[in-house]
């Protein structure tokens, strides 16, 4: 890969022969998982200004009529988020002389408060040809990354790395733009506005006797408009309970695991090709192009004796090629079949076709592939596996319908029938939902102390709990519309068997689960306690305490901001003491803040809240069950303790948890 500095160029055809079509991505992150930004594109002419506001591209002007310049939208990280644009370098108009890239924040957020920030390019095959990352951002709130520019008939890149202090507004008037920043009313798919994606903004009326004066031009919003579905569910209609509202995609009728894995596969591939938000958000997580996307199921296709009928083929078209990626499909908690996965490999590398995309309830740890397929190392073409959870699939519905919106109504009403039926009890596409076979003998082995360090059992029993806490946290992510991501405690460059192996024999010697979870606008890490031995669930939040005010101030402040939290919620005061400081229970603390102040005056550095739940005995997700047990506990803890301790920058789905928590 090519490493570009500070105002350095290349030329691309230098780098690959398959660059008319490329992809250039714009990456992020930050330690505390916080922020994010939004791309931006401008066609410049030779004077260094667009032509219109037409060459201007953001999130409310995504895609160029001529397919030049399309926004792919976000992928999520492990770090932060990557931004996607796919660029046609053989449709950009002859007068454009140069491509700016760039990215903004809103608010008073910075690009300085953003780690990792770099640009990447990837030719039309997917292979990343070139890295520039961005140093030194500053307190800019608008940066362009890079540019790519036409001399002697070839496409070039420029790495940039300048900044704005005003914003994407002012980037944009910077190159002759014009802009109106002013807000609007958000769009929801229960009250829909009627405006144009360009506002012309007329001038009061002329007296009649006097000449009109002319409109202003239209100019781009920068103020972002979405549509998402209304807060709160319009009254129902129906005569009584026992009605029920007809359903785009019916679960009353699967009657088989075969009659599930064909309805479920239909649904989403369709709702896929017709809502293109969403059908971009799956794929270009599996490296396919941005472009016309067709699905198709019922598709048989020659292997040896006997055709094969993958449950569907997702085909994407771009420059006048084909990306084609065949899907197995499994519900309700079947496994996939590793010799149906080779099979389908075998026939994706014959055909040139780019990948196999296996979906089912389970969830895929890194470095732990579901199935282990065979690689002819001979074959020229390569093909890759990928894995998606239906978890993940509702993940993604959530967060586009509820937070971050969707082109039109029609959009939004089609995305939330699929998360209707996703979430059906019937439909078989509930995500994780199995402990394994070896839960419980490993329980069994620890309540009886006969459980041995090394133990095999203990090792897939913590895979298992990992696969959980990814599910929780896509889960919560999905209500929150915030980032909800596991933290891993261990050093960097550390393999996952590895870490793994002494988590299975932490559980060994300590008969405990622990999982730690950092969510976007919190004030602290969520950790998550399975204690085997007791057969309870702890789940805490440490909250720092400030230096202002007095100690017994800051006591009464944290027992007033939890007035409505739960009566048995723990609070343990923290100091810089090894013998610890006082606890009690928020119902004794509410009358007698002042238990809270250590006796021999130590400085008190934070609070640790707690909550203890039962935890289900059974490894599944019945309603007794151990995987529901956490799941609720989770959105118990945050809905009914971690909300009250947030400002103004909280989730935006905190209120709905609020609300659940109470109840």
Request: aromatic share 4%.
């Given at each position: ?74 992928t999520p990280t492990g770090s932060g988020n990557e931004d996607r644009i796919g ?511 250590p006796k021999n005056g130590a400085r008190i550095t934070g609070f640790r809240l ?24 989770v959105h118990r803890f945050y809905g009914s303790v971690v909300t009250h301790l ?18």
């Open positions: 890969m090519h490493e570009l500095s500070k105002g350095a160029n290349v030329g691309l055809a230098s780098l690959s022969e398959s660059v008319d079509s490329v992809i250039v991505s714009l990456r992020w992150g930050s330690q505390s998982g916080e922020g994010d930004a939004d791309v931006s594109v401008l066609l410049l002419t030779g004077d260094g200004k667009v032509r219109g506001d037409g060459d201007f591209y953001f999130y409310n002007n995504p895609v160029a009529a001529d397919g030049s310049v399309q926004l792919l939208g976000k660029f046609d370098l053989t449709a950009v108009p002859e007068d454009i002389t140069r491509v700016v890239i760039a990215a903004s924040r809103y608010g008073d957020a910075h690009f300085g408060e953003l780690d990792d920030l770099e640009l990447t390019l990837a030719d039309a095959s997917g292979e990343t040809l070139l890295r520039f990352a961005v140093d030194g951002a500053g307190t800019v709130s608008a940066l362009v990354f890079g540019e790519l520019y036409r001399r002697g008939g070839e496409w070039k890149l420029r790495a940039v790395g300048q900044g704005y202090g005003n914003g994407l507004a002012g980037l944009a008037t910077d190159f002759g733009v014009d802009v109106d920043d002013a807000a609007e009313p958000e769009e929801t798919a229960g009250q829909r506005v009627e405006e144009p994606l360009l506002d012309a903004v007329p001038a009061p009326r002329p007296p009649v006797e006097q000449p009109a004066v002319p409109k202003r031009p239209a100019r781009p919003r920068t103020a972002k408009k979405k549509v998402t579905l209304p807060k709160t569910a319009k009254k129902s209609l129906a005569e009584n309970e026992s009605w029920r509202e007809a359903r785009l995609f019916p679960v009353s009728a699967l009657k088989s695991d075969r009659d599930r894995e064909t309805r479920a596969t239909s649904v989403l591939l369709s709702v896929m090709t017709q809502v293109p938000e969403f059908g971009r958000r799956l794929t270009a997580a599996f490296g396919a192009p941005a472009g016309r996307t067709e699905t198709f199921t019922e598709v048989s296709l020659p292997h040896g004796d006997t055709p094969r009928r993958p449950d569907g083929v997702i085909r994407v078209e771009r420059a006048g090629k084909l990306w084609t990626a065949l899907v197995e499909t499994k519900t309700n908690g079947n496994a996939l079949r590793p010799d149906q996965v080779q099979a389908y490999m075998d026939i994706a590398a014959r055909r040139g076709y780019e990948a196999v995309i296996t979906l089912s309830n389970d969830v895929a740890l890194e470095g732990t592939p579901l199935v282990d397929v065979k690689t002819d190392g001979r074959r020229k073409h390569k093909v890759a596996l990928w894995h998606l959870s239906w978890a993940e699939v509702a993940h993604q519905a959530q967060l586009l319908i509820r937070h971050e919106g969707v082109g039109n109504a029609a959009h939004a009403w089609l995305l939330k029938e699929l998360l209707h039926y996703l979430q059906h009890e019937n439909s078989g596409c509930h995500g994780f939902q199995n402990m394994g076979a070896a839960w419980v003998p490993v329980r069994n082995g620890i309540d009886d102390e006969t459980l041995c360090q090394g133990d095999p059992r203990t090792l897939e029993v913590v895979e298992s709990w990992e696969r959980l806490i990814r599910q929780v946290c896509l889960r919560l992510g999905g209500e929150l519309g915030q980032r909800v991501l596991p933290v891993q405690r261990a050093k960097r460059g550390t393999e996952p068997a590895v870490r793994r192996t002494a988590l299975a024999d932490r559980l060994c010697h300590e008969g405990r689960l622990q999982a730690e979870l950092r969510i976007d606008g919190t004030p602290g890490v969520l950790t998550v306690t399975a204690d085997l031995r007791t057969g309870r669930l702890r789940t805490s939040i440490e909250v720092p305490s400030t230096e202002q005010g007095y100690p017994l101030t800051r006591a009464k402040r944290l027992v007033r901001r939890l007035a409505e939290a739960p009566a048995d919620l723990h609070i343990e005061t923290l100091v810089d003491d090894e013998a610890g400081g006082p606890r009690g229970t928020l119902e004794r603390l509410r009358p007698e803040p002042a238990d809270l102040l707690t909550l203890l739940k039962g935890m289900g005995s059974s490894r599944g997700n019945a309603e007794s069950g151990f995987i529901r047990s956490v799941d609720e506990a947030e400002g103004p920058g909280a989730p935006r789905g905190a209120e709905a948890l609020r609300e659940a928590g109470a109840r």
